[in-house]
């Protein structure tokens, strides 16, 4: 598994958890990166997305001001810091390679998937 994702877990509401995602086949540093989150019966959806070099950032509505990506591209990883979490909030998270250095919202790449569940 080259995306390998990591950090999901049971959480209340008004917390915190951060997700990592790890590209062991280091192909990605050239690569904007991108978490999208998905809930049965629903259809994959943007979370957050970093440019090549982490200069530049965008979230969904949802989790503007909660949630932030940021990537080490020394570790070859990126991360998604969540706080103020909500039960609205739970889903598979996958952390995505995308097609180019700036997000463009075409994934190239998608890790397995780690599920987040915010209890009420």
């Known amino acids: 598994v080259q995306l390998q994702a990591s950090g999901g877990g049971l959480v209340q509401a008004g917390g915190s958890l951060r997700l990592s995602c790890a590209d062991s086949g280091r192909t990605s540093s050239n690569n904007a990166m991108a978490w999208y989150r998905q809930t049965p019966g629903k259809e994959r959806e943007f979370v957050a997305a970093?440019?090549?070099?982490?200069?530049?950032?965008s979230y969904a509505d949802a989790v503007k001001g909660r949630f932030t990506i940021s990537r080490d591209r020394a570790k070859n990883t990126v991360y998604l810091q969540m706080n103020s979490l909500k039960a609205e909030d739970t889903a598979v998270y996958y952390c995505?390679?995308?097609?180019?250095?700036?997000?463009?919202?075409?994934?190239?790449?998608w890790g397995q998937g780690t599920l987040v569940t915010v209890s009420s």
């Open positions: 970093v440019s090549w070099n982490g200069g530049t950032t």
């Open positions: 995505a390679v995308d097609l180019r250095a700036i997000y463009s919202g075409s994934p190239q790449r």
